[in-house]
């Protein structure tokens, strides 16, 4: 069994970036240079390590985070790999949740792109202390300097380049250390060979430059490199490496500085550097505050070693070909089998049994965890954002889920396959808490709800894989109403003999549009006891159940007043029932003679993006019939500091036009799009 490394000598860091920026591809060479694999793999082809699933060796794409650990000059890391596509942002988000550091990764070619955005602000919500790796150097078009400038210009972080490429594109061989003034290039099979030497007489000037800047940059947020820089410009020496490389930790971890280094993670360039910086300049589980809320609500910081009562967070549930796992991370105290954990949302004791460290799709048992670990528990009953102590009541910061976005319409050949297929998709939620499984009141429809087309095709392929059934997806049927638009009045007699007692019923009154969507209002005006009480409300009853039928699309009628005036009976064949059929006949014939209309169900929609997005977006929802009510400019969107101006723009959407809106925003806007919808009310179509 493994035990655990000290807790300074622990790093938690994920990697996350746009798709497609090689962030898995990153995490292979990470785990081979520590040792903890043995042949490189690719996102395609045979698949890379972290890239366990089907579905993702299928798609070339991380689908879902994926955890493991390794060890670097005597640390151990704990390494998230999360997916870079916006569907599955909840992955990325609760993983940064529980992370002390973060490796953001860009593209050298294209830079900020619009899910670089998403993470940054997931980061800075976080409070991670980060790097940033400028990946693919090695590609036509490759600018390390331009995607600097867009980190500053977009995301409004104060960064500078510690390492500089030599070459570029198909000629780019290595990197410079800024730090120490040393050219490191990589050699042997698969860069394992790590050399430095002297800096190449063409590139010395422009490093000694870059180098100059980079000091500049870490003076202006941390006031000991101000000190040491004004006096090495007194004095004409350059700063030490060594108190430049503590300025940058000390900037870095108080999360005013994001030191940006270089490679080529497919060409195994730049890789063993950025494991330095990870060791050098992230923080340990003991450099983090932790904070959280007492039984009284007030907050609380969580202090205490590997000797104070345990206190951990879930924050996510697997169902793999090992059962069900619970994945947590421990704040405080230590964790043994054996012991015992009281999940503070529930109330209920959960018993430790094993205790798992996760590599990939692999687990490895040890024999106890501390402060810091990132560890597995089998079969625990657990949600994403419990909190698990074994100690006095502390309530951590739970896991920000955002709200769906997209729903399908589900079916199958049968009643029962359709019943596995919701069991199965019910076990997918627990899973991922932004998916969500509801059925429709009105149609039946079994509904799937997630962040975007991806994702619902990707749930409901698992699914199908796992059960061999076929899935039939498709849009959700609208929630239609009906209405009258003029009033119909009404003499009806209902007469008729059978040989025995007959059905008798008269009644007068008239039928009319409130001018509103709600439910329809019964009101009787009859007088002098001309009908009896019981038979009235018999009467209501059928005026009411018939309006749930309307004679366009069978719908529900809403805004109709029905008011009786008079009403007649017989002796012997009036009846409750005679009344009641009396009314839902009247309502089947005068419903299409009172100006029958269709009604839609309107959201009131909130969409925003940036400014300069916003004539486009304008036109794009006139042609979905949206309603605009206001468009205004409303402070950024680029990130927490206003670095970039965003528009707002609020209205009324039909829910038919509501389908496919997140892809078109997305595509329209560049990904930098996002809105909000609820119902408001029903308008005629």
Known sequence: MGQVSQNSQHRNIGISAHIDAGKTTLSERVLYYTGRIHRMGEVRGAGATMDHQELEREKGITISAAATWCVWR??????????????????????????????????????????????????????????????????????????????????GLHTALVQLPIGAGADFAGVIDLLELQAIRFGGAQGVQVAAEAVPGALLAAASAA????????????????????????????????????????????????????????????????????????????????????????????????????????FKQEEGIHGSLCWLRLYRGSLRPGDSLINLRTGRRL??????????????????????????????????????????????????????????????????????IGAALAKSCREDPSLRLSQ?????????????????????????????????????????????????????????????????????????????????????????????ESFVRAAEQGFLEALQTGPLKGAPVLGVRVVLTDGLTHPVDSSERAFRM??????????????????????????????????????WLSKRRFAVEQAAVEGATGDDQGCDQGCVIRGLLPAAESFGLVNGLRSLTQGHGSFSLEFARYAQV
């Open 582 to 619: 009396a009314a839902m006949a009247i309502v089947r014939e005068g419903l299409p003679l009172a100006g029958p209309a269709v009604l839609e169900p309107l959201l009131a929609a909130s969409v925003e993006a940036p400014e300069r997005y916003m004539g486009a977006v304008l036109g």
């Open 351 to 420: 018993r430790v049994s094993r205790l798992l460290r996760i590599h990939a799709a692999q687990t490895v048992e040890i024999a106890s965890a501390g402060p810091g670990d990132i560890v597995a528990l089998p079969g625990a009953d657990c949600a994403s954002g419990d909190t698990l102590s074994a100690g006095p009541v502390i309530r951590l910061a739970g896991i920000e889920v955002p709200q769906p976005v997209m729903s399908v319409a589900l079916s199958a050949k049968s009643r029962e396959e359709l019943a596995l």
């Open 211 to 314: 180098r100059a800047r980079l000091v500049e940059a870490v003076a202006e947020v941390d006031d000991v490199m101000a000190a040491a820089w004004l006096a090495a410009e007194s004095s004409g020496e350059p700063v030490p490496a060594a108190e430049l490389r503590a300025a940058i930790r000390r900037a870095t971890l108080a999360c005013r500085f994001v030191p940006v280094l270089c490679g080529s993670a497919y060409h195994n360039i730049g890789v063993q550097p950025l494991l330095d910086a990870v060791i050098g300049w992230l923080p340990a589980p003991s450099e983090r505050t932790v904070e959280g809320v007492d039984a009284a609500g007030l907050p609380v910081q969580v202090e205490g070693g590997a000797s104070a009562p345990a206190l951990a967070l879930a």
């Open 74 to 155: 005597d640390h151990t890391i704990n390494l998230i790999d999360t997916p870079g596509h916006v569907d599955f942002t909840v992955e990325v988000e609760r993983s940064l949740r529980v992370l002390d550091g973060a490796i953001l990764v860009l593209c050298a070619v294209a830079g900020v792109q619009p899910q670089t955005w998403t993470v940054d602000r997931q980061m800075r919500r976080h409070r991670l202390p980060r790097l940033a790796f400028v990946n693919k150097c090695d590609r036509p078009g490759a600018d390390p300097a331009r995607v600097v400038e867009g980190l500053r210009a977009k995301l």
């Open 440 to 532: 429709d009141p009105e149609s039946g429809q079994l509904l799937l709800h997630g962040m975007g087309e991806l994702h619902l095709d990707v749930s409901c392929e698992r699914v199908r894989r796992q059960l061999g059934l076929d899935i039939r997806m498709g849009a959700p049927q609208v929630a239609w109403r009906e209405a009258i638009t003029r009033r119909r009045d009404f003499q009806f007699t209902l007469s008729k003999q059978t040989g025995g007692p007959g059905m008798y019923a008269r009644l007068v009154g008239w039928m009319e549009p409130t001018g509103e969507s709600g439910d329809p209002v019964f009101e009787s005006r009859i007088s002098g006891g001309a009908v009896p």
